[in-house]
């Protein structure tokens, strides 16, 4: 297990400017916020240092805790960094996350899939301190290298994870990790992301586009056969596993508006060889992106399914395992006929395993089965592209 702490560029000057009204009184800070009242905190380079090595220390628990093999230390308590330690309340409850991290590796190699080791960085993108309190948005980025428990896996599958982080300080400038929060919303989980409730983004139906695919394995999954259409569907996939987390600044970036994971896929098809198909920008019949606006069906989860199939640029697989490279896979997470997230697949193993690549969450090869796995309850969407 690796694992890395960096502060980004941006941090410093984030710091700069929060550090002249951190170094206020304490009784004035929290006049001008409604924070609570307490002593004066403030928080340099080196305390942020010590924060960001402590978060990395917890998320590089949660993950080595679905590591192939016995984990003896798996409920080690969390050694402080400098001043700055975990909360008794807050270790608890990483512990029993412990637990359900353990369970899920079980349910993974029933499956077949295990993983051998792991990277985890942590970059710090903010901090802001009230009062006595700290809240550090950092970013997880993680690697996990697949067991060659076939031969046919990929070397590896990533992901990028946001968090929020509360620290308290006590006693002589020491800090206490008090809780810590996904930032993610409207995607699957990161694989070593506690079990908790998908949150839906609110969303209207174009049409209630399309067939729910079944998500057992099948006695033998269907190949892909190119359409005469003559999409590069090699080009689709290096284009999405080149920009899974550095995003294409030729393109805008909807994260945080309802998401960016269909506009990721329409870009990638758009590099196999899908064209704009002109016409008004709200209505799903239509497709198209350009410098100063976009259809709806390029950004929308089910707009851009009703223009896929009203446009036959693709139909509806009856497995989710029948998916080739550059077939799209969505999810609808709660089952209510609106669906909620799309992904591209990149790679499929010589068994018929498809391997996922996605933004919102950021994310690189994810096999179906353990995103299936994580979902049980989601109904799934498969589109031949």
Same mark, same amino acid.
């Given at each position: 297990?690796?694992?890395?702490?960096?502060?980004?560029?941006?941090?410093?000057?984030?710091?700069?400017?929060?550090?002249?009204? @951190?170094?206020?009184?304490?009784?004035?800070?929290?006049?001008?916020?409604?924070?609570?009242?307490?002593?004066?905190?403030? @928080?340099?380079?080196?305390?942020?240092?010590?924060?960001?090595?402590?978060?990395?220390?917890?998320?590089?628990?949660?993950?080595?805790?679905?590591?192939?093999?016995?984990?003896?230390?798996?409920?080690?308590?969390?050694?402080?960094?400098?001043?700055?330690?975990?909360?008794?309340?807050?270790?608890?409850?990483? /512990?029993?996350?412990?637990?359900?991290?353990?369970?899920?590796?079980?349910?993974?190699?029933?499956?077949?899939?295990?993983?051998?080791?792991?990277?985890?960085?942590?970059?710090?993108?903010? @901090?802001?301190?009230?009062?006595?309190?700290?809240?550090?948005?950092?970013?997880?980025?993680?690697?996990?290298?697949?067991?060659?428990?076939?031969?046919?896996?990929?070397?590896?599958?990533?992901?990028?994870?946001?968090?929020?982080?509360?620290?308290?300080?006590?006693?002589?400038?020491?800090?206490?990790?008090?809780?810590?929060?996904?930032?993610?919303?409207?995607?699957?989980?990161?694989?070593?992301?506690?079990?908790?409730?998908?949150?839906?983004?609110?969303?209207?139906?174009?049409?209630?586009?399309?067939?729910?695919?079944?998500?057992?394995?099948?006695?033998?999954?269907?190949?892909?056969?190119?359409?005469?259409?003559?999409?590069?569907?090699?080009?689709?996939?290096?284009?999405?596993?080149?920009?899974?987390? /550095?995003?294409?600044?030729?393109?805008?970036?909807?994260?945080?508006?309802?998401?960016?994971?269909?506009?990721?896929?329409?870009?990638?098809?758009?590099?196999?060889?899908?064209?704009?198909?002109?016409?008004?920008?709200?209505?799903?019949?239509?497709?198209?992106?350009?410098?100063?606006?976009?259809?709806?069906?390029?950004?929308?989860?089910?707009?851009?399914?009703?223009?896929?199939?009203?446009?036959?640029?693709?139909?509806?697989?009856?497995?989710?395992?029948?998916?080739?490279?550059?077939?799209?896979?969505?999810?609808?997470?709660?089952?209510?006929?609106?669906?909620?997230?799309?992904?591209?697949?990149?790679?499929?193993?010589?068994?018929?395993?498809?391997?996922?690549?996605?933004?919102?969450?950021?994310?690189?090869?994810?096999?179906?089965?353990?995103?299936?796995?994580?979902?049980?309850?989601?109904?799934?969407?498969?589109?031949?592209?």
């Amino acid at each position: 297990m690796n694992s890395n702490t960096r502060l980004k560029a941006a941090t410093a000057v984030v710091l700069t400017a929060a550090l002249s009204a @951190v170094l206020l009184p304490a009784t004035g800070a929290a006049a001008a916020t409604g924070a609570e009242a307490g002593p004066a905190a403030s @928080v340099d380079a080196a305390t942020t240092k010590n924060f960001a090595a402590l978060a990395d220390s917890v998320l590089t628990k949660r993950t080595s805790a679905l590591l192939d093999g016995p984990r003896p230390n798996a409920f080690a308590a969390t050694p402080p960094s400098g001043p700055v330690s975990v909360a008794s309340g807050l270790a608890a409850a990483e /512990n029993g996350a412990v637990t359900g991290l353990l369970q899920r590796k079980a349910r993974l190699a029933e499956l077949k899939e295990a993983y051998t080791a792991a990277k985890v960085d942590v970059d710090v993108d903010s @901090v802001n301190v009230t009062g006595t309190r700290a809240k550090v948005r950092v970013t997880e980025t993680t690697e996990l290298t697949y067991k060659k428990i076939y031969g046919d896996e990929p070397p590896n599958t990533g992901f990028q994870a946001r968090h929020e982080l509360t620290f308290t300080t006590g006693p002589g400038k020491t800090w206490q990790l008090t809780g810590i929060a996904s930032l993610d919303r409207g995607g699957p989980a990161a694989i070593n992301q506690p079990d908790s409730t998908v949150v839906e983004p609110a969303g209207s139906v174009a049409d209630a586009a399309g067939e729910a695919a079944a998500t057992s394995v099948p006695a033998r999954p269907e190949a892909k056969i190119s359409p005469a259409a003559g999409y590069n569907y090699s080009a689709m996939a290096k284009y999405a596993e080149k920009y899974w987390k /550095n995003y294409n600044p030729a393109y805008r970036k909807f994260n945080d508006v309802g998401g960016d994971c269909t506009n990721f896929i329409s870009q990638s098809l758009r590099a196999g060889g899908w064209k704009n198909d002109t016409g008004w920008y709200k209505s799903y019949k239509n497709w198209w992106y350009n410098s100063a606006n976009q259809t709806t069906s390029w950004v929308n989860v089910n707009y851009w399914a009703s223009f896929a199939l009203y446009s036959k640029r693709t139909y509806n697989l009856t497995n989710v395992y029948h998916l080739g490279v550059g077939d799209i896979l969505q999810m609808d997470f709660s089952g209510n006929g609106s669906k909620d997230h799309s992904m591209i697949t990149t790679y499929r193993s010589s068994r018929g395993v498809p391997y996922l690549t996605y933004h919102s969450n950021n994310t690189y090869r994810k096999s179906v089965a353990s995103i299936v796995a994580q979902n049980p309850r989601a109904k799934y969407y498969a589109f031949r592209t």
